[in-house]
């Protein structure tokens, strides 16, 4: 069961902000969103999480709508060493399904 | 600090051979969880741990099994191994149900 919807693909020019949404309608009360990335072959990276409010780290910020209906991923100055696959997941924390996220490519 | 751990890395069996694929991870982690991926998908999770002697299936648990007799580490089982097993295998760990997964470095597996 897909909970989370993302684009397949985006693009973004070096050095600009990197905005990656992501649907989560059915979302209930106890579910966080998670963010991951996935740089070519390698394991995921986690990035950031949060339940309702905004949250910011030093890799990323996470927008949540009030309605908590979807959310926004933003990597504020994106280098090239940005492009990868991106998941949107939503979990009350025990497991973790993985969709098949955005591809995003960083453009020199 | 070697966070999760897999081995081998690589790693070809011909139809019916069995293996164990390693995880082990050096953080005190209580979960641990085992993932394949196949070309140009996501992650599909196959089994998870939730503390020593405790284990549940995911997605896909069939034609793997696994053992959870230590925290530190996780075995993947495959027992007659088909070429539909063949993927990249991911182990990750975390400390709490609220924090992020460490992944390791995956193991690629291939069955002819």
């Known amino acids: 069961d897909a909970k989370t919807t993302q684009p397949p693909s985006m693009d973004c020019a070096e050095g600009r902000a990197a905005n990656l949404p992501c649907n989560h309608s059915?979302?209930?009360?106890?579910?966080?969103v998670y963010w991951y990335r996935q740089i070519h072959s390698q394991g995921p990276q986690y990035i950031i999480h949060?339940?309702?409010n905004n949250e910011t780290n030093e890799m990323a910020s996470l927008i949540i709508t009030e309605d908590r209906k979807s959310s926004t991923l933003i990597l504020p100055h994106a280098t090239l060493r940005d492009t990868a696959v991106y998941y949107c997941?939503?979990?009350?924390?025990?497991?973790?399904?993985f969709g098949t996220g955005t591809s995003l490519t960083v453009i020199p | 600090n070697a966070g999760v751990t897999q081995t081998p890395k690589f790693r070809i069996l011909k139809i019916g051979q069995s293996m164990t694929l390693q995880c082990t991870q050096d953080?005190?982690?209580?979960?641990m969880y085992w993932y394949r991926q196949d070309p140009g998908m996501g992650l599909k999770l196959i089994y998870y741990?939730?503390?020593?002697?405790?284990?549940d299936k995911g997605e896909v648990p069939n034609g793997y099994n696994v053992s959870r007799s230590t925290t530190e580490d996780f075995p993947l089982r495959l027992e007659l191994a088909a070429p539909s097993q063949t993927s990249v295998y991911f182990c990750?760990?975390?400390?709490?149900?609220?924090?992020?997964?460490?992944f390791g470095s995956g193991t690629r597996l291939t069955v002819v």
């Open positions: 949060g339940l309702k």
């Open positions: 997941i939503v979990s009350t924390g025990n497991q973790f399904y």
């Open positions: 990750a760990s975390r400390q709490h149900d609220l924090y992020g997964y460490t």
């Open positions: 059915t979302i209930s009360g106890n579910e966080y």
């Open positions: 953080m005190n982690h209580n979960y």
């Open positions: 741990s939730v503390g020593a002697g405790i284990t």
